[in-house]
């Protein structure tokens, strides 16, 4: 089979560290070593504890005037001068990644000056890759009248852009005026990695590219991982004739010198041919990370010959691009904020109707269309003791049922899919009633579930996606390349509901709990209540969040059955998650009742990206006007599990306890009053949870005695815990301080613990 070929340059000749890569394993090419850099500069790279140079391009004899065998064992001083020397080794070691710019000197290894480089201004890009200091210099490009004014002024106009698309279309058009590309597109992945150009600045004799789509398999897997950790990609000619390193392979690990971050790396030959089958000269890339998740990119395109934007633009378009994925971020979190409180609208219809409906409430669930507008659903189906009602347009029971058992969690927490084909064929023939789903529930014989029908949608792709690879069938002699066609080609897709997005998941579990609060109360017997309300709102069972072990503990009073006590978890969108311990007064199921719809609201506000300390005087302000003289406090956690920065927030509840980072400690903050008197305002605590360490929350059950001084039983649970969990152990020691609780209990008991595990 032949090999793809661009510009006339044999594909070994840009990876010469592995062998060429064709459409059958370019998913698991080794990009980041490929051996060889882009000929418009050279590298050196030093060994750090030597200080001597152990790599070298081969282009350095021209660029430097020192051949890459004679650059060998000799010191940066030598190469480019004792000043400039100094300030890249500075440079590495404080890990600083903006460039430097300077006049190359001659130097000891150059006396005549006879590097092409010698006596000219250049950039100089330093970072380091394992044991290795990486210089790489480039001749110093045209500056383009860049300055702090016009990156300001840029910054601006971006700020105002209100929404996604337009923060999109005026980034495409700042990066075009700072890098001078022909066309500048912001290209957005999709749940499977397909791309689609949501923006574009061009120039006018360019066909637009804006509306289509590109498949996943034009950018394979490991091309989008190094976006990640190097978010600009230049290639200034793809016509380039690849410069390798010498020697190949570094000579202390015997393997290819990493380049993922270098600014020279040179490409694959197969992304080469693929952008000269589009016409491209020239091209550039800037990554789009949200949350630290590939979210885009701003793809540059030049028509009209090389192109090499200075180190400079590069600079301010990589800034522009990470100012801008951080307003992506929150332009995505305000829209689906305004989702989130536009369903708290029709949530409050929902829960009036269950309220009015008195023995009736089942039927209701599944009779009154409002509960299927709250998550856009054309039809539901409720089983309640194993007993199926549906309302609207379902599928047959057994179908139900399957999808069902194929969505539901252990948690009971929403879960939901848009193309339930693709977890079960055989329910591709249901699609027009349910081709996705959402469900709720607990139990495998309840549960309640929306569907959504087929959505039919239209998808202008870049080209035949079918085309990315050639069938084994067409034969050996079919060359294996990339696709040549970048017509516009239309798809019709089949088999997908519209998604369901993170606020219809929310609004179902708020469903969930408002309607496990109305069953609470028509429960005849409060040991029934009781034992409902341990299995959907204060249970034990605790999923573990990444980084983070969980246990909770709820232990009923003596004399009561049935309380006011609470706690949470849910994880926030920037990979934090929330913690919250609560306790509303009063006991029975008018406590329950005030507990569940004080739980829900806080649950709400930590949903919609409200901070925790503006959340609770919201909830504060909603009690106090609507529940009359109920009061409540409440303690929320919010973890970094990779950071490890605590925040806490107060309402009147007691302080915690941090056990395993020395001896214990009551964290004592600043805390606003008890919830519901309409007063006050809470303040945010920032401290460490340390790896290891671990956070105790408890209820006053747990602390509070008659005849007992409050702060003489903290002190005694602080010594009680110590020194702390043992790894694995969290749940078993939560549940020994619990059971070291005296017989005669005034109130519940409610202890959630968090420990911190290595990563």
């Known amino acids: 089979m032949s090999q793809p070929e661009s510009h006339g340059v044999p594909p070994s000749a840009h990876t010469p560290a592995y062998e060429t890569a064709d459409l059958t394993t370019c998913d698991t090419e080794p990009i980041h070593i490929p051996g060889a850099i882009q000929p418009h500069g050279c590298l050196l790279a030093v060994d750090r504890s030597s200080g001597v140079v152990v790599t070298a391009s081969e282009n350095l004899g021209a660029m430097l005037g020192v051949s890459a065998p004679d650059a060998l064992g000799l ?56 044991d290795r200091i990486m210089v790489e210099l480039e001749p110093l490009a045209e500056r383009e009248g860049l300055t702090y004014s016009s990156a300001r002024a840029a910054m601006a106009r971006l700020v105002a852009a209100g929404t996604v698309a337009e923060l999109a279309d005026q980034l495409a058009q700042e990066v075009r005026l700072v890098s001078g590309f022909d066309r500048v597109m912001v290209y957005r992945f999709d749940a499977d990695w397909n791309g689609e150009v949501i923006a574009e600045d061009r120039r006018e004799d360019l066909n637009p590219f804006l509306g289509l789509h590109y498949p996943a398999t034009d950018i394979p897997a ?19 004739v690849p410069v390798p390193l010498h020697p190949v392979l570094d000579p202390t690990t015997g393997r290819p010198l990493d380049l993922s971050a270098s600014t020279l790396r040179s490409v694959s030959p197969i992304h080469i041919e693929y952008l000269s089958h ?40 990589e800034y522009l691009g ?36 008195g023995d009736r409430l089942l039927d209701v669930l599944v009779e009154e269309p409002a509960v299927r507008e709250l998550v856009g659903a054309h039809g539901i189906a409720l089983c309640f003791n194993d007993r199926l ?81 050639l069938y084994s069938t067409e034969g050996p002699e079919i060359r294996l390349s990339p696709r040549k066609s970048f017509d516009k080609w239309r798809e019709v897709v089949r088999g997908h509901s519209l998604p369901w997005s993170n606020a219809d998941l929310g609004l179902a579990n708020s469903l969930r709990t408002q309607s496990s609060t109305l069953l609470l109360h ?56 929330a913690f919250v311990i609560g306790d509303v007064a009063g006991h029975g ?47 929320v956690a919010v973890i970094d599990p990779v950071g490890g920065t605590l925040e806490l927030v107060n309402a009147g509840h007691p302080p ?69 969990p043992e790894p694995g152990q969290t749940e078993p020691w939560s549940t020994a301080l619990v059971d070291a609780v005296p017989g005669d209990r005034d109130d519940d008991t409610t202890v959630l613990a968090i420990r911190r595990m290595p990563r």
């Open 589 to 635: 199921v008018a406590a329950v009742a005030a507990m569940t719809q004080v739980r829900t609201a806080l649950r709400a506000h930590l949903f919609a990206g409200t901070p925790a300390a503006e959340s609770l005087d919201l909830l504060d302000r909603m009690m106090a006007r609507l529940m009359g003289d109920q009061v409540a406090s409440a303690i």
């Open 389 to 469: 009602t549906s309302g609207g347009r379902v599928p047959p029971e057994d179908v139900c049922r399957r999808v069902a058992k194929l969505l539901r969690r252990i948690d009971g927490e929403a879960a939901s899919h848009d193309n339930l084909a693709g977890l079960d064929p055989d329910l591709a023939e249901h699609s027009h009633v349910a081709a996705g789903a959402l469900v709720v529930g607990t139990a495998e014989d309840r549960w309640l579930a929306w569907f959504r029908p087929e959505q039919e949608q239209e998808v202008n792709w870049g080209g035949d996606p079918s085309n990315a690879k």
């Open 322 to 357: 990470q100012i801008s994925s951080q307003m992506m971020a929150e332009r995505e979190r305000n829209d689906e904020r305004e989702r989130a409180l536009a369903g708290q609208e029709v949530l409050a219809k929902v829960t009036a109707a269950l309220l009015g409906a």
């Open 656 to 724: 915690p306890v941090l056990y395993g980072d020395g001896p214990a400690r009551v964290l004592r903050t600043a805390h606003r009053p008890l919830l519901g008197v309409g007063t006050g305002g809470a303040e945010a605590s920032v401290s460490d949870l340390p790896v290891g360490a671990t956070l105790l929350l408890f209820t006053d059950g747990l602390i509070e005695r008659r005849g007992r001084d409050l702060a003489e039983s903290i002190e005694e649970l602080r010594l009680s815990g110590e020194p702390g």
């Open 522 to 577: 028509r429960a005849r017997e409060q040991i029934v209540v009781a034992e409902s309300l341990q299995r959907s709102i204060v249970t034990d069972l605790v999923t573990d969040h990444r980084g983070l072990e969980v246990a909770a503990t709820y232990l009923p009073a003596s004399e009561y059955q049935l309380g006011g006590d609470w706690w949470d978890t849910l994880d926030l969108p920037d990979d934090r998650v």
């Open 75 to 130: 010191d940066l001083p030598a190469l480019l001068g004792p000043d400039l020397a100094t300030r890249a080794e500075t440079h590495a070691l404080a890990d600083r990644h903006e460039p430097l710019t300077a006049v190359l000197p001659a130097a000891a290894a150059d006396p005549d000056g006879v590097g092409g480089l010698r006596g000219r201004e250049v950039d100089v890009a330093v970072h380091t890759s394992g």
């Open 278 to 317: 589009m016409g491209v000269s020239a091209s550039m890339s800037v990554s789009l990370v949200v949350d630290g998740k590939l979210w885009g990119l701003i793809a540059c395109h030049h028509y009209s010959g090389p192109h090499r934007p200075g180190h400079e633009a590069r600079a301010a378009a």
């Open 222 to 240: 490991q091309a989008r991982r190094l976006y990640t950790t190097n978010w600009l990609r230049l290639i200034a000619d793809i016509g380039y």
